[in-house]
């Protein structure tokens, strides 16, 4: 958002045309390639990771400059003609001759070639260029290691991995270097998956699978986000894809396998009671003591929450202080969440932190 402002206000500041005009064009530029930025990590559409990206990002470009550089001819010819159609008019007048007229046929060949022709080859090759691309990117090229069972919830993401017995949210490991298979659901309305480093979006769909895949062959973060409008919440249902070296994606895997422990600490063993007094448990798991509920709700699978970068899809960084603001009323952060706030007296609150902090 703020280089987006910055911009802006440099335009309002800019004086000779030309340099608005250039100004606007970066702008747009920057809202194509940064236009989810200013909400903690970049997002680097234009920037791949990934064989499943890379032939959208070539493709982007072949888009962009074929039709960047016929607009900045049409733009020029225009330019030129008013320009040329003053002065002789100017002229005209000075000699107070009937201005001159030319006769239609003369463009004739202007209007067959650059408003028929040339364009009509532009758009077949932009079509069998985009055709190209859909096929280099629809299947991975080897064969996936992985498979990863997303399911879009208003307003998160299930992740789960039933080869690994993993279930987790708003957070995809991957092994760097390897394929995953991803089978995409939805478990209310449209939500559209897509992590733009990685590939594009794909749609999922209630009632239905969709099958997709991702390959980073770089670690790193990547940020995702809901790419369908799907209610109130759409522009906080994010998440991050955490691509690691295949040693640490297993280490994670195994950790992550292991049921909650019940705490041993009296706070947080108060705080593991505040959880059923509060109905935690009607909505969120904590394997191992607290087991799913098929009851009011669904929320995330709390057992490893502590270990998570994010809280609520990827819209707060995972503090304690974000937690008990969180728990206390979800509402402040996501306006019409689908978690009910909790007006807990101080202690339990506190309790109920500590023991959620200690789910790592
Ligand atoms: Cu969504």
Redesign the pocket.
């Known amino acids: 958002m703020s280089e987006r402002r910055g911009l802006r206000t440099r335009i309002a500041s800019a004086t000779t045309p030309g340099v608005v005009l250039r100004r606007h064009a970066m702008t747009w530029l920057f809202a194509a390639a940064f236009g989810h930025a200013g909400c903690g990590l970049p997002m680097p559409v234009l920037n791949p990771a990934g064989p499943g990206a890379r032939p959208l990002v070539s493709l982007w470009w072949v888009l962009f400059w074929m039709t960047a550089v016929p607009a900045a001819i049409v733009i020029t010819i225009l330019l030129v003609a008013v320009l040329r159609a003053r002065r002789a008019s100017a002229e005209s007048e000075a000699e107070s001759l009937p201005p001159k007229t030319v006769h239609p046929r003369r463009y004739t060949a202007y209007i067959i070639w650059g408003g028929a022709v040339v364009p009509a080859v532009i758009l077949v090759v932009l079509l069998l260029a985009t055709f190209r691309t859909g096929r280099m990117v629809a299947l991975p090229q080897q064969e996936p290691t992985l498979l990863v069972q997303l399911t879009?919830h208003?307003?998160w993401w299930e992740v789960r991995y039933p080869d690994h017995d993993v279930v987790t949210a708003n957070e995809i490991h991957l092994p760097v270097g390897e394929a995953a298979r991803l089978m995409l659901r939805s478990s209310d309305?449209?939500?559209?998956f897509w992590v733009p480093p990685l590939h594009g979006k794909i749609d999922?769909v209630p009632g239905h699978v969709n099958w997709f895949w991702l390959q980073p062959d770089k670690a790193g973060v990547y940020r995702g986000l809901?790419a369908?409008?799907?209610?109130i919440q759409?522009a906080l249902?994010q998440f991050l894809v955490i691509a690691e070296p295949a040693e640490d994606f297993l280490a994670w895997t195994a950790r992550s396998r292991e049921p909650a422990v019940v705490p041993e600490a009296p706070l947080a063993r108060r705080g593991q009671d505040v959880f059923v007094e509060a109905a935690c448990n009607q909505c969120h798991a904590v394997r191992g003591i607290f087991e799913p509920v098929a009851g009011l709700g669904v929320g995330p699978d709390l057992t490893h929450v502590a270990s998570r970068r994010t809280l609520a899809a990827a819209s707060l960084a995972n503090t304690p202080q974000n937690l008990r603001h969180w728990v206390r009323d979800p509402h402040v952060r996501k306006p019409g969440v689908r978690m009910p706030a909790s007006p807990l007296e101080p202690d339990r609150l506190e309790a109920l932190v500590e023991f959620l902090s200690g789910l790592r």
């Not at 309305?189 to 559209?192: A, E, F, P, R, Y």
């Not at 369908?228 to 209610?231: A, H, I, T």
């Open positions: 879009g208003q307003f309305v449209i939500h559209s999922m809901c369908e409008f799907c209610g759409h249902m």
